[in-house]
């Protein structure tokens, strides 16, 4: 019997904090991994609210690290006692999208998020994971390709940091934007992924970083992770002006998850800039541009999702970025929690009061 947080029914506010319970037995192409570290992430409260499907009973829980327990017979990249990030968009290597190099598209592993429940509650029933994953758990059952082997001296509150938040902000600045030295910069919401965002901005060399954000509570650390000027909703067209000089941005990214923050990313943005979406919208949050404007100001919208990443390629060179002092990870994390801190976690984070709580196991 394992502890997890589970969600019986969509729009809950609380998580059911059980210890009763398992996972389903490996399979030969899967590995049991025992989790050690998982980030609260505003996915997770977007899975409670319905704004990311799922299928409850689910263990919610996405951004995770931990040690290999056990393999199947025909896993060879990873055995037991491995350190591992948890990989939530696994790819299988053979369909279009991986074989285009665009392993984040993969949509192979998808459908068992919503088909093959992989825990079981205390009283048998089937229980689903939260991308397929269910990191809110002691132990989780993945595909072997759903694990990532990383060094043993990478703390595990950092590795969990490397499943989620980092490749999706710091990968949208390399690998969506491509962010050149010397571009100017703006980051549409400072949350924990935006943080990151600036992050990967910081490093690429933009010499002009604009974080954006309605809280001026977080506009601190934005400055503390590389933002150069900080701005409200309501001096926007001040700073473009002081910024740019009227003309807009090179590069301005969404991380918000909303159609309105779309529209501020896209007025920021110079023509012929590029509009890069991080966050993750509701499916009936629909954005509307003028087929005039979309042609003639020449700007692209790009999604940028997962930030573009291959995590086999990328997070090696995560990791050496953080040894070499460029990317912080410790400062990501607001405080490190219990499991049974979570309830209170999820209230934090919907208040906007942390960057990130991340729960260790013992």
């Not at 017979?73 to 990873?78: G, K, Y």
């Not at 924990?192 to 506009?219: F, M, W, Y």
Request: hydrophobic fraction near 45%.
């Amino acid at each position: 019997m394992a502890r997890a947080a589970v969600l019986h029914a969509v729009g809950d506010k609380e998580l059911d904090l059980r210890d009763d319970v398992t996972t389903v037995d490996p399979g030969p192409d899967q590995v049991k991994v025992r989790i050690r570290a998982t980030g609260v992430c505003h996915s997770d409260l977007s899975t409670l609210s319905g704004v990311l499907p799922s299928v409850p009973p689910a263990v919610i829980g996405h951004e995770g690290a931990g040690v290999v327990a056990e393999v199947g017979d025909r896993v060879t990249n990873v055995r037991p006692g491995d350190h591992v990030v948890v990989n939530w968009t696994p790819d299988c290597g053979v369909c279009a999208e991986c074989m285009r190099g665009e392993p984040y598209l993969c949509m192979g592993f998808i459908g068992a998020a919503f088909s093959e429940p992989r825990f079981k509650l205390g009283d048998g029933t089937p229980a689903f994971g939260m991308a397929g994953v269910g990191t809110w758990a002691e132990e989780v059952v993945l595909p072997h390709q759903g694990v990532i082997k990383i060094a043993e001296d990478v703390p595990f509150e950092y590795a969990a940091l490397l499943g989620c938040g980092i490749p999706t902000g710091v990968g949208a600045a390399f690998n969506t934007a491509k962010v050149r030295p010397g571009s100017k910069v703006a980051v549409v919401g400072a949350g924990g992924v935006g943080l990151s965002v600036i992050q990967g901005a910081r490093i690429c060399g933009a010499s002009t970083i604009l974080a954006v954000d309605p809280n001026e509570a977080k506009h601190p650390a934005a400055k503390q992770f590389g933002a150069t000027h900080t701005a409200t909703l309501e001096n926007l067209e001040e700073s473009k002006g002081l910024l740019t000089l009227g003309q807009g941005f090179d590069q301005v990214f969404e991380v918000v998850g909303k159609s309105s923050a779309i529209t501020t990313a896209w007025n920021l943005t110079r023509r012929g800039g590029d509009v890069i979406v991080v966050g993750a919208g509701a499916a009936d949050d629909n954005w509307e541009m003028s087929a005039f404007s979309l042609l003639f100001e020449g700007k692209n919208v790009k999604s940028s999702l997962y930030g573009g990443c291959d995590l086999k390629r990328d997070i090696p060179m995560f990791v050496d970025l953080w040894r070499a002092g460029k990317l912080d990870l410790d400062g990501l994390i607001s405080r490190r929690i219990r499991f049974e801190d979570l309830n209170d976690a999820l209230g934090a984070l919907a208040r906007g009061d942390v960057i990130r709580k991340v729960v260790l196991f013992d």
